[in-house]
């Protein structure tokens, strides 16, 4: 799993082409960011923007805290819920999930484990495969997907982390059913009569394999689909450091991991007219906001701290505020800023970089960070754990994108 993953890592995706969403299919959007910076509100915020467009839109929640009923005042149902005209909301109930996905082979692999003299308790614990949860929502996005009943699916995301792992998971399904259950189905059925008297090994039933079958496929699809010019991803931050710090190492990974970051929406941002009290705080946002500029160059969109709790009929006017006359169901941006190859042995990251003239050019390494200057333009990038081990030591121009070599 270890060498797939960092096969992953290393390699990114895809060469980086710019293909156009389709109009024929359902537009995903996800919302993530650092804990409390605003996800759950900006997300109901697009949700009720595109609703009003006339685009018929679905949020979904995959956050166990449950936000999302406060924000919209309406209580959600683990099924669709009527929000308003065009706007449905749900919540994800995760046991309920689990039981219906999961249980024929938790049941198995429980047995399984079992045989092979591992204890009752220990037996079942293992048979939970990993980051199901997180793949339970992952797998009604793929549902109402299918189903074109929606033309925008938001999804309200847990925090950066655990949603990074959550896009993560359909990889690691991938690697762990195709090593759990990697013989083919014919074979088995062959087999089974034969080998089970003999070997003290109990092999899973028909309806095991089929429901196995079954989440691989849907698996599959599943990444597909997030890797698709459908599905961008949106980081909502605060102008504040932590906040920053975090949001790009997501961004980083998110870039590598193949999905699209189309924009990022810069929250709770201080007027200048917030008064003396906040009159550091508002010097020291404006520092962060140039920070931002230089770390993150893909569009923003900003809103204002505003001076109470944003829920119920506030969101549409901070939907306004957010994105103006703009759809937000559009992507903002197809490229994808980075991506990682291999080269005779070295590992050359590759950057747009809308310059061309490699005299002005500065490569400096600062622990996990790149620094790249070529006059008025900087970047600073938040480098993946493959690449913060080696040193940068050649850098060069091709086709609009610099192409630096990490040994
Ligand atoms: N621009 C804003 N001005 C004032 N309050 C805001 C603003 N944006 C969000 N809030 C408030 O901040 C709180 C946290 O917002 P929200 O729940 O949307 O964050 P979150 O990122 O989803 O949090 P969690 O990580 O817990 O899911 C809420 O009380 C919300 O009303
Ligand atoms: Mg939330």
Redesign the pocket.
């Known amino acids: 799993m270890i060498k797939n993953l960092l096969k992953k890592e290393i390699l990114g995706n895809d060469s980086g082409e710019d293909e156009l969403p389709r109009a024929d299919l359902p537009r995903i959007i996800l919302f993530t ?12 915020a697009t949700a009720i923007k595109t609703s009003g467009l006339g685009k018929k839109t679905l949020i979904i929640s995959t ?1 166990p ?1 449950h ?1 999302l009923s ?2 919209f005042s309406v209580d959600l149902m683990p099924t669709p819920t009527k929000v308003r005209d065009n706007l449905d909301g749900m919540e994800v109930n995760v046991e309920y999930e689990l039981e219906r996905h999961w249980n024929t082979i938790k049941d198995y692999l429980t047995i399984f484990f079992r045989s092979q003299g591992i204890d009752d308790v220990v037996a079942e614990e293992l048979a939970i495969f990993p980051g199901f949860d997180e793949l339970a929502s992952l797998l009604h996005l793929l549902d109402f997907y299918q189903r074109k009943e929606y033309e925008v699916i938001i999804l ?1 995301c ?2 950066t982390g655990e949603t990074l792992r959550l896009l993560s998971v359909p990889e690691i399904a991938k690697w762990y059913m195709n090593r759990f259950f990697g013989i083919e189905k014919r074979l088995l059925k062959i087999v089974k009569p034969i080998a089970e008297p003999l070997i003290d090994l109990p092999l899973p039933s028909e309806e095991v394999l089929d429901k196995i079958q079954d989440l691989y496929v849907k698996i599959g699809m599943l990444k597909e689909i997030l890797e698709s010019p459908q599905t961008t991803v949106r980081l ?1 931050i605060n102008p504040e450091k932590m906040v920053i710090k975090e949001s790009e190492r997501a961004f980083t990974y998110l870039n590598l991991f193949g999905y699209r970051v189309d924009c990022i929406i810069i ?3 201080l007027p200048e007219n917030a008064g003396d009290y906040f009159r550091k705080w508002i010097e020291i946002q404006r520092e962060y906001m140039k920070e931002i500029e230089d770390r993150f160059p893909i569009p923003k969109f900003q ?9 119920g009929e506030k969101l549409d006017t ?1 939907a306004d505020e957010i994105y103006g006359d703009t759809d937000p169901a559009k992507v903002f941006t197809l490229s994808k800023p980075m991506r990682i190859e291999k080269e005779n042995g070295s590992l050359i990251l590759v950057m747009k970089a809308p310059f061309v003239d490699k005299s002005q050019l500065k490569v400096l390494k600062r622990g996990e960070e790149l620094i790249v200057i070529a006059g008025q333009w900087k970047r600073i990038l938040y480098l993946p754990q493959s690449l913060a081990m080696r040193d940068p030591v050649s850098a060069k121009f091709m086709s609009g994108e610099l192409r630096i070599n990490f040994r």
Not at 33 to 44: E, N, Q, R, Y
Not at 303 to 311: C, M, N, R
Request: no cysteine.
């Open positions: 960011g650092k804990g409390g910076v605003g996800k759950t509100t900006i997300a109901a956050d805290a936000s406060d924000s309200d847990a925090p909502v929250n709770k941002v809103l204002t701290f505003k001076s109470e709790e944003v829920v901070i």
